[in-house]
């Protein structure tokens, strides 16, 4: 079935470790973007990418980084959890590098730092 | 700075009432108005909306955007339990490279 697949699922880390978020998607789109989703603050933009080869910063991008070495993959990196990045994760891509406006999430990655 | 601003932020209904979830924006060079329902986890499409007065409809589900007071509403018709969930709008902006702005979201349950 085409899509999103984010892994893992759920994640409790220590603080300070290190954590990296796969997502791969199988539509060949473009455009690849990383939200969290927190309560009462909905869902925030940390990086995207509008092309394989190419990462852009988005609302709240700092401790966290991206790489796009190919079309399907999009991997979020967290370089040293911290509580406060305790959250909701959803990679989610568009066709085309300006988004048409809809975007296809993946089911999410609930991580937990303690 | 561009933001969207949802409301209620909550609501509890009972099936078969009627309801109506308000959307507010401030965003520069706007493109579009895309609303999402989450049930339990990834976000689903429902509507974008780029036209001022021009409703989309879809079932029981329809929506309609303001451009010249800068909000959208949408509606649920007959509320099914089924239509529990939150509700997402987001704001698209030429500004933005096409990414989306997103408002808080809004809880809706619908009780049998």
């Known amino acids: 079935i085409a899509g999103i697949t984010q892994a893992p699922t759920s994640q409790i880390l220590a603080a300070g470790r290190r954590m990296t978020l796969r997502c791969t998607q199988d539509?060949?789109?473009?455009?690849m973007y990383w939200y969290r989703q927190d309560l009462g603050l909905g869902l925030r933009l940390i990086h995207y990418?509008?092309?394989?080869?190419?990462?852009g910063k988005g609302e709240v991008p700092d401790g966290y980084s991206v790489s796009r070495a190919n079309t399907d993959d999009f991997p979020l990196t967290l370089a040293s959890a911290v509580p406060s990045q305790t959250s909701v994760y959803f990679c989610?891509?568009?066709?085309?590098?300006?988004?048409?406006?809809?975007?296809?999430f993946g089911e999410g990655s609930r991580l937990t730092v303690l | 700075e561009d933001k969207v601003v949802q409301s209620p932020l909550s609501l509890v209904v009972h099936e078969g009432d009627t309801v109506t979830l308000n959307c507010s924006y401030e965003?520069?060079?706007?493109?579009?108005l895309l609303w999402y329902k989450q049930e339990k986890k990834a976000p689903t499409f429902l509507f974008m909306l780029?036209?001022?007065?021009i409703e989309k409809k879809s079932g029981r589900l329809s929506s309609i955007l303001d451009k010249k007071e800068l909000f959208s509403i949408l509606n649920i018709t007959a509320t099914q339990t089924g239509d529990s969930a939150i509700y997402l709008c987001?704001?698209?902006?030429?500004?933005?490279?096409?990414?989306?702005?997103f408002g808080q979201g809004t809880e809706l349950s619908v009780k049998p």
């Open positions: 989610a891509s568009s066709p085309t590098g300006i988004s048409t406006g809809e975007l296809f």
């Open positions: 990418s509008n092309t394989a080869g190419t990462t």
């Open positions: 780029t036209s001022s007065g």
């Open positions: 539509m060949r789109h473009n455009a």
């Open positions: 965003v520069t060079n706007f493109r579009s």
């Open positions: 987001a704001v698209e902006s030429y500004n933005q490279g096409g990414k989306l702005i």
